[in-house]
């Protein structure tokens, strides 16, 4: 249904059907995957983002706020992502980061530090990226940019 309506991203993968999920991919829709969802509701069968990826679709991440699970880190997501999702650190971020832009049809004015691009930038307190996967329980938010703003 989703290719047919040619939807832009698909969430709640757990059980879709490896068939399915190539025709998702061969159709550019972008699966969102939740984990830390997974990790609140204690899913028999978590949603495996690399397995998501290894299928050819693009992924992206998110907290997924909602009665079931009140998580709203992203750092604690990438690391979810990460440690039970299979991804990268750097396959994590972009999941968070550009690619969660293109989810909601942003990908041409915020997800990344480019020319023409709305700068929203986080500043970290961390001396690697790998940091945001690896230092659990740690909040690495030194200073937010927003619309040119520091908040």
Known sequence: IAVELEAVT??????????ELEALADAGVIAV??????FA???????????????????????????????????????????????????????ATIDAAAAVGREDEVGSLEPGKRADVLVLDTDRFEDLAYRLGHNAVALVISQGLTR
Do not use: F, K, W, Y
């Open 10 to 19: 698909v969430d709640h993968l757990n059980h879709t059907p490896p068939d």
């Open 41 to 95: 509701a204690a899913h028999e069968r978590p949603t495996v983002a690399r397995g998501l990826a290894d299928r050819g679709l693009r992924i992206a991440i998110a907290t997924d706020c909602c009665p079931g699970c009140h998580a709203t880190s992203m750092q604690l997501t990438i690391q979810h992502a990460c440690r039970h999702g299979g991804l990268s650190v750097v396959a994590a971020i972009r999941a």
């Open 33 to 38: 995957s939740m984990p830390l969802l997974d």
